[in-house]
């Protein structure tokens, strides 16, 4: 009798089909959601890997929207208030406590001795910081004449959140202007990357042989170079009297050529190893192009793994630029990118005594940290099955 009751009574529900439960109480299962629904379940799992995603969202938010975020324009400059520091957000004035928050005004004098500019703030002129307030003009995505601006102050006020630099140009506005082009960069250097990476890296997985040697030989040759070298001896060959829109392409197309090889690796690995499944196979017998048979059956088969790659790749893009851009072998002026706002901040000497030009490079690290959180997330949610 206490065998049978033992029989009868119900077993402890394991993990698994709690997990189960919880789907079928959402409307899904794991066995019959899509590869991308497994992966978003797994992935926002991974916080730090979410908030990442959504700081990225913001960065690329600001990147369209520059011109409007941004309370100047790059050519704006006051030469009083050249190397000015950052000026504080107050609450909190003579008269008390205020909702809305204000700057002061900075004044500058020189010291007796090193003639070194200093400034302080002059508490008799308080300028509360408005939003949706009317400044200087400037054409939306080069189109559209507006002189709206997200938050600013009125006439007679300066708001400089991060500083000036030697000609009195507001750094927030540059280093807001900039994003657009160090981080469209990435995203353009990566989708030729992507190219590049997965035709080579398909047609050596795919053909072996001979073809499969020469690009290997080829792969390694590029990454014998040292990456920093190659970069400046490329950068280099462009031509000096190209305009800014040439040199940015031309800086695009220099980082791409070299950054593929990886991905090319990754590709023909998995390709090596799918070509002889028997959907490859049967895709063949019934008459499809080694092309197809690559684009639509082989590749999409790690589709999850590209993207983690990519998700990587993008931030080594956008370092190259800077990097290059830094060393004066990039982008120049009038062009502002995070590399040439970097290229201001190579005088120790103006760094120790301004040390908010230095903060283009504060970004960089943000961003490039968010973008290997989100590759890690990535990674992670690649395999949805393995908790």
């Avoid at 011109?67 to 704006?76: C, M, S």
């Avoid at 799918?274 to 895709?283: C, V």
Wanted: aromatic share 12%.
């Amino acid at each position: 009798m206490t065998e049978l009751t033992g029989q009868l009574e119900p077993k402890s529900p394991s993990a698994a089909s709690v997990v189960e439960e919880e789907l079928a109480a959402k409307g899904a299962s794991v066995y019959t959601a899509s590869q991308w629904r497994l992966m978003w379940w797994k992935f926002r799992k991974h916080k730090v890997a979410v908030w990442s995603l959504a700081l990225i969202a913001n960065l690329y938010v600001l990147v369209i929207l520059c011109e409007l975020i941004a309370p100047y324009v790059p050519e704006d400059r006051n030469i009083d208030l050249a190397y000015s520091p950052p000026q504080r957000l107050h609450w909190i004035g003579a008269d008390g406590f205020h909702l809305r928050p204000f700057v002061y005004n900075l004044s500058g004098v020189r010291h007796p001795e090193t003639r070194r500019r200093l400034y302080a703030e002059d508490t008799t002129t308080a300028c509360p910081v408005r939003f949706f307030v009317l400044g200087s003009r400037y054409d939306l995505w080069g189109l559209i004449p507006m002189r709206l601006h997200l938050f600013g102050v009125g006439a007679g006020g300066t708001l400089h959140l991060l500083g000036t630099d030697s000609l009195g140009r507001d750094l927030f506005t540059r280093l807001v202007y900039g994003a657009r082009i160090s981080m469209t960069i990435g995203l353009i250097g990566v989708a030729l990357t992507f190219f590049f990476g997965l035709t080579i890296g398909a047609a050596s997985g795919y053909f072996g042989g001979m073809v499969d040697h020469l690009i290997q030989r080829l792969i390694e040759v590029i990454q014998s170079f040292p990456t920093i070298p190659l970069w400046m001896a490329l950068s280099a060959a462009l031509p000096a009297s190209w305009t800014p829109i040439q040199t940015y392409f031309g800086i695009i197309l220099v980082l791409s050529l070299i950054g593929w090889t990886g991905l090319a690796r990754v590709v023909r690995g998995k390709i090596l190893s799918l070509r002889e499944e028997d959907y490859a196979t049967a895709a063949l017998l019934s008459g499809a192009s080694t092309w197809r048979i690559m684009w639509r059956h082989l590749l999409p088969g790690f589709t999850s793994n590209i993207i983690v790659g990519l998700t990587l790749q993008l931030p080594n893009v956008v370092l190259g630029e800077t990097a290059l851009s830094y060393l004066g072998l990039g982008l120049r002026r009038p062009v502002v990118s995070w590399g040439v706002l970097l290229y201001d901040a190579q005088n120790v000497q103006a760094v120790a005594q301004q040390p908010w030009l230095l903060s283009p490079a504060v970004l960089v690290v943000v961003m490039v940290l968010a973008f290997n959180f989100v590759g890690d997330g990535l990674r992670d949610a690649a395999d949805p099955y393995v908790r």
